[in-house]
């Protein structure tokens, strides 16, 4: 379960890279808004190559780490847009998308990477419950 969270974050710490330069590409947002990206992908990056390339008890708190900020940072932006909608006044199917990136949608990618976050957080937590059982003869 480590290497898969460990593997999830590489993707989807590359992918979130790139989401938010080109994001950030026409418009640059106030600079808290994009830096805690880029400190989820630090997070990220670095505990999946902690985990994967120089396998150590600290590669997988570093990971889960970033798992847990990246969920949180996630977990904000959804439910904030969320708010967003339902403070419009009217339903997603009713408003007009204009874009692929119109808000109705924007929110439905923003809880898609939310269950991202979530599954990589529970396979860094489980992976890290496995590998500190005890053996039979340890006990």
């Keep these: ?6 593997w999830l974050a590489l993707g989807f710490g590359t992918f979130l890279a790139v989401a938010e330069a080109l994001r ?9 808004f994009w830096v805690v990206d880029y400190i989820a992908v630090l997070l990220l990056q670095w505990g999946a190559v902690s985990v994967l390339w120089s396998p150590g008890n600290r590669g997988t708190a570093i990971l889960t780490a970033g798992w847990g900020f990246t969920s949180a940072m996630f977990y904000m932006s959804l439910f904030g847009h969320v708010s967003d909608l339902m403070s419009a006044g009217t339903e997603v199917a009713n408003t007009n998308a204009q874009s692929s990136l119109d808000e109705p949608w924007l929110t439905l990618v923003i809880g898609a990477m939310f269950a991202i976050t979530l599954t990589g957080l529970g396979a860094s937590l489980l992976g890290d419950r496995q590998a500190h059982r005890p053996l039979a003869d340890e006990t």
């Design 24 to 32: 950030n590409s026409g418009e640059v947002q106030w600079w808290p």
């Design 1 to 6: 379960m480590k290497n898969f969270a460990a």
